[in-house]
């Protein structure tokens, strides 16, 4: 394990996906990025992430279905989702999946920040520094 | 004389067998009659013509054969008087009476029997115009009905009996759609008209017919007849109206998904680079206020910022160039073709919602420029308008007027097209916000009609404007500039 929490972020935007990474890592933590949920857990990455900043609406698989299938795992990775479409429907299937956060684009920092800093505290890893 | 008895088995229904047997019964008494007359009478007279009398008798009751049977009997009684009488001496009178007798005999069976051969074709005839489901009926220049079909006893409650003989327009209570000198006058002139006309049955119900008219005219080109051709509408119509209003309701559901569509992908692609400045921004902050500020990072998120910045100003402009495709087309226009046509596209409404028109055209009206479809659309839309607000006033008061007129002004000149309607008006402190996105009077108005009528008159550098009437209702005015090189 990396000394540092790693945030794996998923968003098929390039453009979001940088900015994201950016701000994670003005945090001081560890960011790796990912274009579709697919490529995240086909990857080696899926134990050691500490938390998933994902997109909800890409093609291919969903933010959400990416839920169900970590928890189908018996991973209990905390998810935080950001999305252009916020509809209540799909806010209720990601509460249901024990979301983290679901946050409208643009999202806010301070609120992205806040979630974050929950996800790390729920899965008892060491606070960012 | 037997021969009768075959009438009974005729087919034409239309004689009632006791009645045929009445007459077989009088013409034989009649032919008896004349036969003692003409054997034991001293009378010197041809009295055998007389059996004309019994074969124009019979030929209403009999058919051919019998006929032809009949008057062979009277030719034969003919005969034996003659030679009971001058059986010995026979002079060129008494042989010139029996001859003429016996030929008018003869001619008077012939013409019966050709007019029984007509008048059964024409029973014939008849009896295919019953096969139809369509009312047909007859009418003679006073308009009193000589025929009536099954079609028509049907549609309309009326048997033949009762509606022959009586005045059409009278027993039908019809409404004609225009007046009836023009109806009469197209008949005239080409022989037939078509329409829809309103008519009232037995029971007191409406019908509402397609009817065609065909005048029928004597061997010397007078009008002699109408038959009339009538196929309900009632049921086509109703079906009619109904499809209408669910193709109305469904352009307006499609007019609100394309909507919500288009906004959900604008929405997105407007969101995204927005997202990414704002993430930047909070990150190029963090960056920056690090214990130690890494400046390398913070630029980068700057730069990230200019160019998400510039992306979503290329999705405007993407949107732009796309709405420029459809850009209208200006051409000249005459207003008064451009208003007629929109009355031709609003003919059904108009008649739905029982509006009278006033039309006031100043036919000396300069041409403007301008995209026709663009400006029917803003017309079909203030009369609409204009229709719905007359939904709560009595039909009798219901009046959409229509005013075009030129105009000179300190701005220069000008097509103004008014639309009038005399509904319950609008709140004087509702009027600023008429032309308002999502502004609506209506319950379930969308408020998007006026803003967008407002974004195409302004769009062809003329205005919209809306005042109340002083006798009440709303006056809509459109008002249009006449290009410069326009010639008065």
Known sequence: MSPLPMISIIDDDESVRVATESLVRSLGLAARTFASAEDFLKSSLVEETACVITDVQMPGMSGVELQSVLRARGADTPLIFITAFPEERVRRQADAGGAIGFLAKPFDGSAMIECIDRALTARGAAPRP | MDDRGDATGHEDTDIEPGKNWQMAVLATILAAAIFALDTFSPVDMAIAVLYVVVVLLAANY????????????????TLASFFIIHGDSFDLGSVMRCAVSIAAITVTTLLSLRN?????????????????????????????????????????????????????????????????ATIRRELLQTGRWEGELTHTRKDGSRVTVMSRWSLQRDERGRPAATMETNSDLTERRRAEDALHQTRTQLTHVTRITTLGELTASIAHEI??????????????????????????????????????????SDVVARLRALARRSEPQHTPLDVNEVVEEMLQLLERELAQHRIALELAFDRHVPAVAGDRVQLQQVLINLSLNAMQAMDAVPPRGRRLGIVTRAEQDEEGRAVVIEVRDRGPGIAPENLPKLFNAFYSTKQDGMGMGLSISRSIIEAHGGRIAAAPNETGGMTFAVRLPVPEDEPT
């Open chain 2, 62 to 77: 009999v058919e051919r054969r019998g006929l032809l049977a009949i008057s062979g009997l009277c030719v034969g009684l």
């Open chain 2, 116 to 180: 029984q051969d007509a008048t059964d074709s024409l029973k014939e005839q008849a009896a295919l115009l019953d096969l139809t489901h369509d009312a047909i009926f007859v009418r003679d220049t006073e308009d009193v009905i000589r025929y009536w079909s099954q079609g028509a006893q049907e549609l309309y409650g009326w048997t033949r009996a009762e509606a022959v003989g009586r005045n059409a327009a009278d027993l039908l209570k019809t409404a004609f759609p225009h007046a009836l």
């Open chain 2, 271 to 312: 969101n995204q680079p927005l997202a990414a400045v704002v993430t930047n921004g909070a990150a190029c902050l963090r960056w920056l206020d690090r214990p130690e500020p890494d400046i390398g990072e913070a630029k980068a998120s700057v730069e990230r910022m200019i160019s998400n910045g510039r992306r979503a």
